[in-house]
């Protein structure tokens, strides 16, 4: 029996740590095949013992929510499904009874409530109790009706998902080291954003699964026909069939048949039975609803020998492992090739050439790696880039796991991104140099690295010659370039792309060194460190950057065309401001953002640090209340927490 409950306890804590990556940080520390898997052995075990501890994932419907969106209590709880991968299953629970089969999306469960036909609330469903209040993104999503004909209050629930083809658009244009994983991550991700102007660019759908209720309209017991009155108001509903004992079989085929042309990810199927009374009738457990099951895909399985391990580098310098193995059979297409992600997962399935794996299609679309039968760990991590034979280096990411990069900044899978990244907005700020007229210098011989951009008149000819371009587009390019040689120093230690150096790091390492570049570039590790917010990794990140022969080589061409402002005056003896150090969290009303809160506190000769130590002054947070990590430091070291007003009150604000 001792056995057993710690075996319990250890599947408890991989299933919640998994659920917490899932639900929380948007990213997966293993798959829904792993997932189910193992959530199985855990009821089989509770099952089999009669114990269940108090923190088992199958009696907790999910996690508390941690962010800066306000949390609202859901009126009555929103329960997990019960599931099964046995059609029979179906066929049994369905009984006499007419039910509705529907996708099983995959995406983030959304409460919506109208009221006098406007959109007034939008919740996330959280932890199935207190979820998040959305509505702002809401009302950006691209097919949600923000008014509607009906006046009631009208209650209901969707799925707020992502497609496949935006999913995939989206992607291309993030750096690789910020790419999602899945559509629906990046949903969550995308509407749980405080900035609703991102939501609206990428392309929400909000697809309704469940009439709540809507005052002063009578519902018919039937939720088919409830479903298509909501559709009659202008919402997309899930597609749905009609299904009795003897036609689901059918319908889930049906339904399987079209997984492969549908273009939002789904993990399977629900099933509810029509009747509301009948539905009502039956209660719930403490985790599901008695009137509905989910039926999850029994994932195809094949098992096939791994031969290679490919690694694609990319334009950001990520090294991205690809698994090979022997063609293989699957959901109906042939496969030999499956993203392993990163170096974390590569350890974790302890692949090594020649190993018998288990490979399957995730959602019944995108191979993946399953099982490693063998484990030899044999698979080596490259030292060096199979592009440009640069020394490669293993990085920690934010979700904790490693990837491998190129170190190579001239590396021709990189240049591009290395380039954009140079010519941005909070970078050196020259317009007209999109991705693909760099790709296209680039291409022609006009540039190589980025001191390359300040010689591009001898290419005078050329480029007005350029499909796209002209004389207009040239003159006007060569004028950005010209305004973009007075830059500030610390927009231009950002657009270096030094290694964790972002806008607000490079603004506090020139406070640091009075705005000299040299002292900047012959500062050891140890006086990095002293900086207020850097720690040794971003220490010995900017120190080994200022002690490359390459990229000193690059400084001292490009620096002859720069013209850097003298040192701001931040020591201003009159403002309150001058000398402190705030931390800066959550959502803001009084200040556009908290970019515009960074930059009026640095204005007048404070500091905006990312974290909170000892050194810190203030932390601005509107949520005084919340069990944020910052807030939790701040009281441990008797640190003041300010709201806008309140440091608007002590501090003041831009006209």
Same mark, same amino acid.
Not at 167 to 180: G, H
Not at 448 to 477: A, N, V
Not at 613 to 627: G, M, R, W
């Given at each position: 029996?001792?056995?057993?409950?710690?075996?319990?306890?250890?599947?408890?804590?991989?299933?919640?740590?998994?659920?917490?990556?899932?639900?929380?940080?948007?990213?997966?520390?293993?798959?829904?095949?792993?997932?189910?898997?193992?959530?199985?052995?855990?009821?089989?075990?509770?099952?089999?013992?009669?114990?269940?501890?108090?923190?088992?994932?199958?009696?907790?419907?999910?996690?508390?929510?941690?962010?800066?969106?306000?949390?609202?209590e859901h009126d009555s709880p929103i329960l997990s499904l019960d599931k099964t991968k046995e059609v029979s299953k179906l066929e049994s629970f369905l009984g006499d009874k007419t039910g509705l089969l529907s996708w099983k999306l995959d995406g983030l469960t959304i409460v919506l409530t109208y009221r006098n036909g406007e959109l007034v609330q939008a919740i996330t469903r959280g932890n199935g109790t207190i979820g998040e209040?959305?509505?702002?993104?809401?009302?950006?999503?691209?097919?949600?009706? @923000?008014?509607?004909?009906?006046?009631?209050?009208?209650?209901?629930?969707?799925?707020?998902?992502?497609?496949?083809?935006?999913?995939?658009?989206?992607?291309?244009?993030?750096?690789?080291?910020?790419?999602?994983?899945?559509?629906?991550?990046?949903?969550?991700?995308?509407?749980?954003?405080?900035?609703?102007?991102?939501?609206?660019?990428?392309?929400?759908?909000?697809? /309704?699964?469940?009439?709540?209720?809507?005052?002063?309209?009578?519902?018919?017991?039937?939720?088919?026909?409830?479903?298509?009155?909501?559709?009659?108001?202008?919402?997309?509903?899930?597609?749905?069939?009609?299904?009795?004992?003897?036609?689901?079989?059918?319908? @889930?085929?049906?339904?399987?048949?079209?997984?492969?042309?549908?273009?939002? /990810?789904?993990?399977?199927?629900?099933?509810?039975?029509?009747?509301?009374?009948?539905?009502?009738?039956?209660?719930?457990?403490?985790?599901?609803?008695?009137?509905?099951?989910?039926?999850?895909?029994?994932?195809e399985l094949a098992e096939t020998t791994l031969r290679d391990i490919e690694w694609n580098t990319s334009r950001t310098g990520l090294m991205n492992p690809i698994a090979i193995f022997d063609p293989v059979s699957l959901e109906g297409s042939t496969v030999s090739r499956a993203s392993v992600h990163n170096v974390s997962i590569l350890e974790e399935l302890a692949l090594g050439i020649g190993d018998t794996i288990q490979v399957?299609?995730?959602?019944?679309?995108?191979?993946?790696?399953?099982?490693?039968?063998?484990?030899?760990?044999?698979?080596?991590?490259?030292?060096?880039?199979?592009?440009?034979?640069?020394?490669?280096?293993?990085?920690?990411?934010?979700?904790?796991?490693?990837?491998?990069?190129?170190?190579?900044?001239?590396?021709?899978?990189?240049?591009?991104?290395?380039?954009?990244?140079?010519?941005?907005?909070?970078?050196?700020?020259?317009?007209?140099?999109?991705?693909?007229?760099?790709?296209?210098?680039?291409?022609?011989?006009?540039?190589?690295?980025?001191?390359?951009?300040?010689?591009?008149?001898?290419? *005078?000819?050329?480029?007005?010659?350029?499909?796209?371009?002209?004389?207009?587009?040239?003159?006007?390019?060569?004028?950005?370039?010209?305004?973009?040689?007075?830059?500030?120093?610390?927009?231009?230690?950002?657009?270096?792309?030094?290694?964790? @150096?972002?806008?607000?790091?490079?603004?506090?390492?020139?406070?640091?060194?009075?705005?000299?570049?040299?002292?900047?570039?012959?500062?050891?590790?140890?006086?990095?460190?002293?900086?207020?917010?850097?720690?040794?990794?971003?220490?010995?990140?900017?120190?080994?950057?200022?002690?490359? /022969?390459?990229?000193?080589?690059?400084?001292?061409?490009?620096?002859?065309?720069?013209?850097?402002?003298?040192?701001?005056?931040?020591?201003?003896?009159?403002?309150?401001?001058?000398?402190?150090?705030? @931390?800066?969290?959550?959502?803001?009303?009084?200040?556009?953002?908290?970019?515009?809160?960074?930059?009026?506190?640095?204005?007048?000769?404070?500091?905006?640090?990312?974290?909170?130590?000892?050194?810190?002054?203030?932390?601005?947070?509107?949520?005084?209340?919340?069990?944020?990590?910052?807030? *939790?430091?701040?009281?441990?070291?008797?640190?003041?927490?300010?709201?806008?007003?309140?440091?608007?009150?002590?501090?003041? *604000?831009?006209?």
């Amino acid at each position: 029996m001792n056995h057993q409950i710690a075996q319990m306890k250890a599947y408890i804590a991989t299933l919640n740590q998994a659920a917490e990556a899932y639900y929380q940080k948007d990213t997966e520390i293993m798959s829904n095949l792993e997932y189910d898997a193992l959530y199985d052995k855990l009821v089989a075990l509770e099952a089999e013992t009669g114990i269940i501890l108090s923190n088992s994932p199958t009696q907790n419907i999910g996690y508390t929510v941690l962010s800066n969106l306000t949390k609202v209590e859901h009126d009555s709880p929103i329960l997990s499904l019960d599931k099964t991968k046995e059609v029979s299953k179906l066929e049994s629970f369905l009984g006499d009874k007419t039910g509705l089969l529907s996708w099983k999306l995959d995406g983030l469960t959304i409460v919506l409530t109208y009221r006098n036909g406007e959109l007034v609330q939008a919740i996330t469903r959280g932890n199935g109790t207190i979820g998040e209040d959305v509505t702002h993104n809401a009302k950006v999503f691209s097919n949600l009706p @923000v008014r509607i004909s009906f006046l009631g209050e009208l209650v209901l629930r969707g799925e707020g998902v992502i497609s496949y083809s935006d999913f995939q658009r989206i992607n291309d244009a993030l750096p690789d080291e910020e790419a999602y994983k899945n559509p629906r991550n990046l949903c969550s991700g995308t509407v749980r954003q405080l900035n609703s102007e991102i939501a609206a660019k990428r392309n929400v759908q909000l697809i /309704a699964f469940t009439l709540v209720s809507a005052q002063g309209h009578e519902l018919s017991d039937s939720k088919w026909e409830n479903m298509q009155w909501l559709h009659s108001l202008g919402f997309t509903t899930v597609d749905t069939k009609v299904v009795t004992k003897e036609t689901v079989a059918d319908a @889930v085929e049906e339904f399987r048949n079209r997984i492969a042309d549908y273009d939002i /990810a789904s993990d399977g199927l629900v099933l509810t039975f029509d009747s509301i009374s009948y539905s009502q009738s039956l209660g719930r457990t403490a985790k599901f609803p008695k009137d509905s099951i989910a039926f999850k895909w029994a994932d195809e399985l094949a098992e096939t020998t791994l031969r290679d391990i490919e690694w694609n580098t990319s334009r950001t310098g990520l090294m991205n492992p690809i698994a090979i193995f022997d063609p293989v059979s699957l959901e109906g297409s042939t496969v030999s090739r499956a993203s392993v992600h990163n170096v974390s997962i590569l350890e974790e399935l302890a692949l090594g050439i020649g190993d018998t794996i288990q490979v399957y299609k995730a959602n019944m679309i995108i191979p993946q790696i399953a099982e490693n039968l063998t484990r030899s760990g044999n698979a080596t991590i490259p030292e060096h880039c199979f592009v440009c034979g640069g020394e490669t280096e293993v990085r920690s990411l934010r979700d904790g796991s490693k990837a491998l990069y190129c170190t190579n900044p001239s590396c021709q899978a990189q240049r591009v991104q290395t380039l954009s990244h140079f010519v941005s907005r909070d970078a050196m700020n020259i317009e007209g140099l999109s991705e693909e007229t760099l790709k296209k210098f680039l291409e022609k011989g006009f540039l190589s690295q980025y001191p390359d951009l300040f010689e591009l008149e001898q290419y *005078k000819t050329e480029i007005e010659t350029m499909e796209g371009f002209g004389k207009r587009s040239y003159t006007k390019l060569m004028t950005s370039i010209e305004k973009a040689k007075d830059v500030a120093l610390p927009n231009f230690l950002y657009a270096l792309g030094i290694n964790h @150096v972002g806008l607000r790091n490079a603004k506090l390492l020139c406070q640091a060194f009075a705005y000299d570049l040299e002292k900047i570039k012959q500062a050891t590790t140890e006086d990095l460190i002293e900086i207020e917010g850097f720690g040794e990794i971003i220490a010995h990140s900017i120190y080994q950057y200022f002690h490359d /022969a390459q990229h000193i080589a690059l400084l001292e061409r490009v620096l002859p065309y720069l013209r850097f402002p003298s040192a701001p005056i931040a020591t201003q003896s009159e403002s309150p401001l001058n000398g402190l150090t705030f @931390v800066v969290t959550g959502d803001l009303t009084q200040f556009a953002n908290r970019k515009a809160l960074s930059e009026y506190i640095e204005a007048h000769g404070g500091k905006v640090t990312g974290s909170v130590s000892k050194k810190t002054n203030y932390l601005i947070n509107n949520d005084l209340l919340s069990a944020s990590s910052k807030n *939790k430091k701040a009281q441990e070291l008797g640190i003041p927490i300010l709201d806008e007003a309140a440091f608007i009150s002590q501090f003041g *604000k831009p006209e």
